[in-house]
């Protein structure tokens, strides 16, 4: 009976549960448990297992520059990173609500890890996420565009609740970028009294930095640069980057 028991579980995709009754069958004393406990724990099991893999999917699917999580900053070093606010960001109600974060700083400062920090903390929370460099998702829009693709990419961009941009105006936008771009999480070396002419229209960059800039989260991070430190999460840190499928 345990046997077809455990085969019926893995063939109803519920392998945690069938482990799970496994290992009970090897406690002695778990008889001491009533019937609703052993259930109890069977379904927690497997309830853990698939969150679990969810995370897993988001995480694969965001694409995080960094292997980052907010419990590795480093909150101590003086370096513009402000614990109440880190603990505000964390509860994710900022991309409910929405407002959007800017991480702003020179090079080499953390930039990248905190803001693929934020994304593994929101991709725990079941939002999804996707890290791209600016220059990078701009060649990809232009190459879609071109494609005839450029429609399922936006519908695709615009299903992610939190979209990662890193290295935001290092380079001047044109009239179809302008349009193209909504992001809630900005990391930028440029100061912000700059993206003004980095947008490159007087009213786009209003609207835009009323939208972004005024209501947002900031957090400007200074200090010797991660890289000079040794640091092993430095920005220097990469993964292979691919081109999206539309």
Known sequence: MLHQTIEK???????AMADGLLAQTRQPDIDALGFEDRLALLVDLQHTAVQNAALGQRLKASRLRQT???EDLDLGTPRG???TLIQTLASCQWLRTPRSVLVLGPTGVGKTFLACALGH???RQGFSVLYRRLPHLLDDLAIARVAGRHRP??????RIRLLILDDWALVRLTAEQRRDLRAPLLAS???VDRWFEQIGDATY???ILD???HTAYRIELRGESMRKRGMVNSEEVTQPMTTPAA
């Not at 579980?9 to 392998?15: D, F, M, N, V, Y």
Request: glycine share 0%; aromatic share 4%; proline share 3%.
């Open 153 to 158: 990419l936006f519908a695709r961009l615009a």
């Open 189 to 191: 070396q440029i100061p």
């Open 205 to 207: 960059a209003d609207a």
């Open 81 to 83: 990173l402000d614990r």
């Open 211 to 213: 939208r972004i800039v």
């Open 121 to 123: 903390q929101a991709a």
């Open 9 to 15: 579980l893995h063939a109803l995709k519920l392998a």
């Open 68 to 70: 980052a999580c907010l």
